[in-house]
């Protein structure tokens, strides 16, 4: 007897989304290719409750970072202030940030798609109306999507560390990085780093310590308290079961 035939898998054409109406597969394409990524491209599980949220809430509270367009933040978060998350992994923390402090939008990016369905849910089951979520790259939002001054706040936590020389150059906290946030940053506003990764804590502090347009909020130019608005993340817990240090760094645009 012949094996009843399987039929053939649907091979999705490049740039079509996984999820009908939802985030594209790569936003910016090739026209604002970057080279050097400080993401890896992931393809990961993405659960039903997940896929469900991206296909239904996408159209409405997420952005696909294309690179072709200027966002109006006062239209999308109804003139909140607004702060800038990048790689916000799986949302938990910053569904608790926008939940604590509604008087601030948070514009949360990342390109993990799972934790992009995650927040989506996180933030319809606790009626979060000032979070949105963006998918792509952070560096193009910065500098083809962003207005200068547009933001009161900047956060980074967790970064993917590169532990390997050869990949340093992969590190999002670098010179050219803070050359293009100072200008997306109102004056004094603040760009909260925080790393459980003891080198490149070293790193941010060098780097934003030489850097003219940042100055430390810590008198004594080091490491800063944890502050109370930053809740325990998903990959600090991690850090924190092996025993890591964190190391949370908080410095002004001048
Ligand atoms: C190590 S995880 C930390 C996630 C979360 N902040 C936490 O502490 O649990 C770093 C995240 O940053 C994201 N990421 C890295 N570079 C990015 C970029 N250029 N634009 C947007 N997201 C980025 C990664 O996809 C990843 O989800």
Redesign the pocket.
Known sequence: MSEPLKPAPYIRPKGEPRFPGGPAADPAGSHHERRI???QPRRSRVTTGQAEALERLWPQWGTDIDGLRTLDLDAMFDGLPVVLE?????GE?TAQMAADDPATGILA????TP?QGNLLRLAEQNGLSNIRVAN????ILLREMLKPDSLTGLRV????PWPKARHHKRR?IQPEFLDLAATRLAPGAVLHCATDWEPYAGQMLEVLTAHPDFVNTQEDGGYAPRPEFRPL????GQGLDKGHVVQDLLFRRR
């Open positions: 990524r400080s993401f990048i790689g916000f992994g799986m923390a990016t990342d390109v993990h934790g792509g790259d952070a560096i936590y967790f970064p993917d999002l993340t998903r990959f600090e």
